[in-house]
């Protein structure tokens, strides 16, 4: 196993917004080439994956934000609370009320190429805001010291544009904060992100494995 920096990351709490991964639901853009239940699948497998990274990272508190019922796939370690009504950006915002007083991380479900090592060393102390920018012109994680500050920070940020991330940064830096940025990573949306993630996920990736056996099945 690769030894993790012994950078000691400042979050008080690591939350993952994520959606119950139901065909039909989630990644409807990979359908197709792929079917629904296989999608589904794959989320599944993404999931999992950001799930036992959060897992592995030293903090307080990790709290899964759901939209649908917990199934298998959640480890213990967790706790679930329910995604607020509204926007993404009305989700995001309420899912900042779970924390305590100390600083918090958000991270999503799409990026299973995630890993202890590149979160514990991406954190340093002193900053009110991380950010982590997505290839598709979004974000894959958003911090904040004061998570009070969350809500009048990303209320009203369009959501789901290839401008979503910019828009969110300027955000942050108009508002005198001093953002730390992490690496970009990409988002499974499509099949070509797909194949592009799964090369850069680590060894043991379930995400990695499940697209491997489909891509084998379809030759």
């Given at each position: 196993?690769?030894?993790?920096?012994?950078?000691?990351?400042?979050?008080?709490?690591?939350?993952?917004?994520?959606?119950?991964?139901?065909?039909?639901?989630?990644?409807?853009?990979?359908?197709?080439?792929?079917?629904?239940?296989?999608?589904?699948?794959?989320?599944?497998?993404?999931?999992?994956?950001?799930?036992?990274?959060?897992?592995?990272?030293?903090?307080?508190?990790?709290?899964?934000?759901?939209?649908?019922?917990?199934?298998?796939?959640?480890?213990?370690?967790?706790?679930?609370?329910?995604?607020?009504?509204?926007?993404?950006?009305?989700?995001?915002?309420?899912?900042f009320a779970h924390c305590d007083d100390g600083p918090a991380l958000l991270v999503g479900m799409d990026t299973p190429q995630l890993t202890p090592g590149l979160l514990i060393a991406a954190a340093r102390d002193g900053a009110d805001a991380w950010f982590g920018p997505a290839a598709d012109g979004g974000?894959?994680?958003?911090?904040?010291?004061?998570?009070?500050?969350?809500?009048?920070?990303?209320?009203?940020?369009?959501?789901?544009?290839?401008?979503?991330?910019?828009?969110?940064?300027?955000?942050?830096?108009?508002?005198?904060?001093?953002?730390?940025?992490?690496?970009?990573?990409?988002?499974?949306?499509?099949?070509?992100?797909?194949?592009?993630?799964?090369?850069?996920?680590?060894?043991?990736?379930?995400?990695?494995?499940?697209?491997?056996?489909?891509?084998?099945?379809?030759?």
């Amino acid at each position: 196993m690769t030894a993790l920096p012994r950078t000691t990351p400042p979050w008080t709490t690591l939350l993952v917004i994520a959606k119950e991964p139901v065909p039909g639901r989630v990644k409807t853009r990979l359908t197709p080439p792929y079917l629904p239940r296989e999608a589904a699948t794959l989320a599944e497998a993404a999931l999992t994956d950001t799930l036992h990274t959060v897992l592995q990272v030293p903090v307080r508190r990790r709290v899964l934000v759901l939209d649908g019922a917990p199934g298998p796939w959640l480890p213990s370690g967790f706790e679930v609370v329910p995604q607020a009504e509204g926007g993404l950006d009305e989700r995001i915002a309420a899912a900042f009320a779970h924390c305590d007083d100390g600083p918090a991380l958000l991270v999503g479900m799409d990026t299973p190429q995630l890993t202890p090592g590149l979160l514990i060393a991406a954190a340093r102390d002193g900053a009110d805001a991380w950010f982590g920018p997505a290839a598709d012109g979004g974000f894959w994680a958003l911090g904040f010291a004061d998570p009070a500050r969350a809500g009048d920070l990303v209320r009203g940020v369009p959501m789901s544009t290839d401008r979503t991330g910019p828009i969110q940064r300027r955000r942050l830096a108009d508002a005198g904060l001093l953002v730390r940025d992490l690496p970009t990573l990409r988002d499974v949306d499509t099949a070509a992100d797909a194949a592009t993630v799964a090369a850069c996920c680590p060894p043991g990736s379930r995400f990695a494995a499940t697209l491997a056996a489909y891509t084998q099945a379809a030759r």
